[in-house]
């Protein structure tokens, strides 16, 4: 089945025509800071959350990524529209999972981990080397294993942190930018919530930063698509697929950030998403 769905993201059944692939990239630059009272904000490792599902008829497929996120953000509290920075995700670590029914319309059952489906998803993604591997290869895999968002610009009705109250203050906005995943760059949006723990003088002292619901990745913009574990193109599951296979991956992220400052000097423990 998971096999059908990257597939499926590629071509089918309905007539539909194929979806161009997305530009090729090594990696993202963040984007200019736009603000010079901004201060720098770094991505806590620790804690760091990103899930992605799959949906089909008789089976959710579920990607996770633990403890593998870092960065940097520059952030005005006075004008948050003005926030740029880099968010990357290194995924070789991913693992995925799956809850199957026996029919449509029944509950889906717990999660369980099948060997070979990571296996598949590993190839697909060429998250490995496989034997003999040249220097273009090895090059490439180190590409693939990062995950890279660019925010570019944001949208919220409170862009200013100051005039909210209280020692945690929650803001809603919409992020734009440029999304890297298997060596190629797409641009995307996603709504967020960024928590503010407010310390003494009004300064923040740590954020949580969560989306608010999934934002869909194409696989076939990404060039995911079936291989074998040197990378090669497997041409069995590529033909017509159902139109009910999902066509997307829905991501969901969860980050904690500490200013930068106090990171370089002392270390910041992670603060818990509310």
Excluded at 135 to 150: G, L, M, P
Excluded at 165 to 177: F, L, M, P, Q, Y
Excluded at 187 to 199: D, H, Q
Aim: aromatic fraction near 4%; proline fraction near 5%; charged fraction near 30%.
């Amino acid at each position: 089945m998971l096999a059908a769905l990257v597939a499926g993201s590629i071509a089918c059944s309905n007539g539909e025509p194929e979806v161009k692939v997305a530009p090729t990239a090594e990696k993202l630059a963040p984007a200019a800071p736009k603000s010079v009272a901004a201060s720098a904000f770094t991505v806590t490792k620790v804690g760091s959350k990103i899930d992605f599902t799959m949906d089909a008829p008789l089976e959710t497929i579920l990607g996770k990524v633990r403890d593998a996120a870092g960065g940097e953000l520059q952030i005005d509290t006075a004008d948050l529209t003005k926030t740029t920075g880099l968010v990357s995700v290194d995924i070789s670590g991913l693992e995925l999972f799956q809850r199957t029914r026996e029919k449509e319309g029944e509950a889906l059952g717990a999660e369980t981990k099948q060997d070979k489906q990571n296996e598949h998803a590993r190839a697909w993604l060429e998250l490995d080397e496989g034997e003999g591997a040249d220097e273009a290869r090895k090059q490439q895999v180190r590409v693939n294993r990062t995950v890279q968002f660019s925010i570019k610009s944001v949208k919220t009705d409170t862009p200013d942190v100051s005039k909210l109250t209280g020692n945690e203050r929650r803001v809603r906005a919409t992020v734009t930018g440029e999304f890297l995943l298997h060596g190629h760059k797409t641009e995307r949006t996603a709504e967020v919530e960024l928590t503010f723990k407010i310390g003494p003088g009004g300064k923040p002292i740590a954020i949580a930063l969560k989306t608010t619901k999934p934002f869909a990745v194409g696989l076939a913009e990404h060039d995911v698509r079936p291989r074998d574990t040197i990378g090669k193109l497997l041409a069995k599951g590529l033909d017509a697929l159902s139109p009910k296979v999902a066509k997307d991956a829905m991501v969901a992220i969860e980050l904690s950030l500490a200013p930068a400052a106090e990171r370089a000097t002392k270390g910041a423990a992670p603060y818990p998403t509310p």
